[in-house]
């Protein structure tokens, strides 16, 4: 049994088939004789315009199955292969320098990668592993073998494909098509594209640190358990039956003692309101919280119009019925920055201008999105409109004039909108928490964004992954705070939720309850285990648990008492790099793989070092 990270979840059994890189690129001609150049930027054409026409199709067949993010995702690379920069880097090179069309096209986009990992914008170095797979549909096309890697697995036999290389979005769309049950991969992130998609489909991905060593179990029968981050080769069936039934089987139990009230209420956390489509509502409140950026980041170069938004968030509407739906307003900045928009200079983008801060600039962007929300909300719907950052009282009044303002510009307008709506504030900052119980006298309702909140508590970037052992949102500062919280809103008697990543964590899920906190808000692949927990769940056994947290000394005795590991052991396990990271072999460090010229090959390994005293100590070891 090995163990691994969960990219995304499920359980499914399969025969283990390896692919290596190179059976995802064909050999490449290098350079094109004198003359030939113009034939070959029109080769280099033709091949781009027929793997356009291929990207419609399947943004097509995405879109009958109502899977417009998923589709969205692909229509992005439709754009990268028609834009005008990748064409005349690519077009220059094989007219100047007589590169055949593969060498040119590796040549543009490793550069353009090389751009998107080194910039300081989180999302374009997120969009670098879409770039690469882009790189590699264009060599296929213009390569002699066409085929698409995982159309040569077996035919008889649905497999569990083990790549060493990093989940990519096109695997995911080619893994329907060849019936492919799941992924074991080496690199990439749960919150990557290919990630987004493969929960979508319910294609259960794990990561696990060395995949070559599964070579040997070629064929082997295995189980891949991303419930519990476990993959098991050649297991008993037995074992087999019982993890693939036993959610199903507690599923049903949960749902069945449903009449009996659970711990907590249960909520969904959703980024785009087609999440909602095939959601089973049994024991679910509504939603906790709607992250609005998507269609700010992905969907346009531009502001989306009052009448687009509208559309959007009317469907969270339609498919929650008349249950509460929570949409937060624009947090935008940090770690999601607009193509679009110059936050202007920002030495430190976490402590600059994000969510409201920016609101002060352009009062029409939010006047405008919260015109939509309450437009989309009109007639019998439910709505909780959900102000991020907020760091104290005054700013919770400069929102409220923006509400003002919107609903006066309606009525002016004479278009009908949500006149009896509920406010609240997500708090996300220490000052925020000491500034609570002036909150509370305002607001109807409020959310922790634990997410934040950790981060700004220990002063600790939420994305850096050399300070990640500094982010703990076990530690007993965290669970005095949330205590605190849960107190000052129980003797209000206004309702407080968690809708931070712990909400999900079926590990933090008893001690949060514990603590005093009703309402969890997961993320929707993670409500029926969240869902099953819940109603097996004792209050007095989880208060027990929080009270024995709460007079620990550190994180690890915390985590101890919950059955944790030392997160210490886990980061050396985890092998979690991003594109264009390695981890320093000797002392550990996440260093930069491109443009680091301190590199040594080794076998078919390539490590990174921080300096040249590690890369000694390496070499001389
Ligand atoms: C949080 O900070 O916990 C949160 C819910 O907001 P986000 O993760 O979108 O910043
Ligand atoms: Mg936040």
């Not at 060849?178 to 987004?196: C, M, P, Q």
């Not at 358990?225 to 476990?230: H, I, L, P, S, V």
């Not at 679009?340 to 920016?358: K, V």
Request: hydrophobic fraction near 40%; charge should be negative; glycine fraction near 6%.
């Amino acid at each position: 049994m090995l163990r691994g990270e969960i990219i995304s979840p499920g359980v499914v059994e399969g025969i283990l088939h390896l692919l290596t890189q190179a059976a995802f690129v064909p050999p490449r001609r290098a350079t094109v004789l004198p003359g030939e150049e113009k034939n070959e930027v029109e080769r280099f054409r033709q091949h781009v315009d027929s793997l356009v026409e291929d990207f419609q199709a399947t943004v097509k067949r995405l879109e009958s199955a109502s899977l417009s993010a998923e589709a969205e995702i692909v229509r992005s690379h439709i754009l990268i292969l028609q834009d005008p920069e990748l064409h005349s880097r690519v077009e220059t090179s094989i007219l100047q320098a007589q590169l055949a069309a593969e060498a040119a096209v590796e040549h543009a986009l490793e550069e353009i990668i090389y751009l998107f990992e080194e910039s300081e914008n989180a999302v374009l170095s997120e969009r670098a592993p879409d770039l690469r797979d882009l790189g590699m549909h264009l060599q296929r096309k213009l390569g002699y073998n066409q085929a698409p890697p995982l159309s040569s697995l077996p035919a008889d036999d649905s497999g569990i494909v083990v790549a060493n290389v990093e989940l990519l979005p096109s695997f995911v769309l080619e893994a329907l098509a060849a019936d492919v049950r799941g992924f074991i991969v080496e690199k990439g992130t749960a919150l990557s594209h290919a990630a987004i998609l493969a929960k979508s489909f319910g294609l259960p991905v794990l990561r696990i640190p060395r995949v070559d060593l599964l070579r040997r179990h070629e064929g082997t029968r295995v189980l891949v358990d991303a419930r519990q981050g476990e993959l098991l080769i050649d297991p008993d069936p037995e074992e087999v039956t019982h993890r693939t039934t036993k959610l199903r089987t507690l599923r049903d139990q949960a749902l069945s003692s449903r009449l009996s009230p659970t711990v907590a209420r249960l909520w969904l956390s959703i980024v785009d309101p087609m999440q909602l489509k095939d959601v089973d509502w049994t024991g679910i409140e509504g939603v906790g919280l709607y992250r609005t950026e998507m269609l700010f980041i992905h969907d346009h170069q531009r502001w989306p119009s009052e009448e687009e938004q509208t559309r959007l968030y009317r469907k969270a509407f339609e498919y929650g019925g008349t249950r509460l739906i929570t949409i937060r307003t624009l947090d935008i900045g940090a770690d999601k920055p607009l193509p679009y928009l110059s936050f202007g200079p920002q030495d430190n983008p976490a402590l600059g201008l994000r969510a409201h801060r920016l609101y002060r600039f352009h009062p029409e962007i939010a006047i405008t999105q919260i015109r939509a929300i309450l437009r989309a909300a009109s007639g019998t719907h439910r709505l909780r409109l959900l102000f991020p950052m907020l760091e104290c009282v005054e700013e919770w009044h400069a929102v409220q004039e923006l509400v003002h303002q919107a609903t006066a510009s309606l009525r002016v307008d004479g278009i009908p909108f949500q006149e009896q709506f509920e406010q609240g504030v997500l708090i996300e900052t220490p000052s925020a928490v000491w500034d609570f119980p002036r909150f509370l006298n305002v607001v109807d309702f409020a959310s922790v964004g634990t997410n934040d909140l950790v981060q700004y508590l220990f002063a600790v970037d939420r994305n850096n992954a050399n300070v990640a052992r500094a982010y703990r949102p076990a530690h007993p500062v965290v669970l005095k705070v949330l205590r605190e919280l849960a107190d000052q809103a129980r003797q209000a008697g206004k309702p407080l939720s968690v809708c931070g990543e712990i909400a999900g964590e079926a590990w933090f899920i008893p001690l949060l309850i514990g603590l005093g906190i009703t309402d969890l808000s997961v993320p929707v692949p993670r409500s029926q285990e969240t869902l099953i927990q819940l109603a097996q769940l004792q209050a007095s056994e989880c208060r027990e648990l929080a009270q024995k947290c709460l007079i620990a000394d550190t994180v690890s005795e915390v985590r101890t008492r919950l059955g944790r590991q030392d997160p210490a052991t886990q980061v050396k396990e985890s092998g979690s790099e991003r594109p264009g990271e390695a981890v320093d072999p000797v002392c550990k460090m996440t260093v930069h793989t491109v443009g680091n010229p301190l590199a040594v090959t080794q076998g078919d390994m390539r490590y990174y070092f921080c300096s040249s005293r590690c890369m000694d100590l390496f070499l001389h070891r």
